[in-house]
């Protein structure tokens, strides 16, 4: 079955760095765009970043544009999420998710969705 597991969160300090993996399983992961969204406690869901199936159309949103680097090895079937200069207020629980659009896209719609990681930004 389809599935999307999140690692590599954890404890850093502000101004710290963090590599997030999204590992696919039970599907090509290679012909779907994939997300990164986060939730800050008390927060609602914020899209973070995209990513398409050749990883050259890729977006942020404002909030980590310049801070954090969307990539994807297709071959290893994993997306990843290299985070720097993290501040407090990325503080969130990291999620990946599919866009159901085989091959084309983004939609902005997801069907599948990883547990998530936690990332805490705290001295």
């Known amino acids: 079955q389809v599935q999307l597991v999140e690692s590599g969160g954890g404890l850093v300090q502000p101004v710290g760095s963090l590599r997030l993996s999204c590992a696919a399983s039970?599907?090509?992961?290679?012909?779907?765009?994939l997300y990164w969204f986060r939730q800050a406690p008390g927060k609602g869901l914020e899209w973070v970043s995209v990513?398409?199936?050749?990883?050259?159309?890729?977006l942020y949103a404002d909030s980590v544009k310049g801070r954090f680097t969307i990539s994807r090895d297709n071959a290893k079937n994993t997306l990843y999420l290299h985070m720097n200069s993290l501040k407090p207020e990325d503080t969130a629980r990291y999620y990946c998710?599919?866009?159901?659009?085989?091959?084309?896209?983004?939609?902005?719609?997801?069907?599948?969705w990883g547990q998530g990681t936690q990332v805490t930004v705290s001295s």
């Open positions: 998710a599919r866009d159901p659009s085989e091959g084309s896209g983004p939609t902005y719609r997801y069907d599948y």
């Open positions: 039970g599907f090509a992961s290679s012909s779907y765009w």
């Open positions: 990513i398409n199936t050749g990883a050259d159309s890729i």
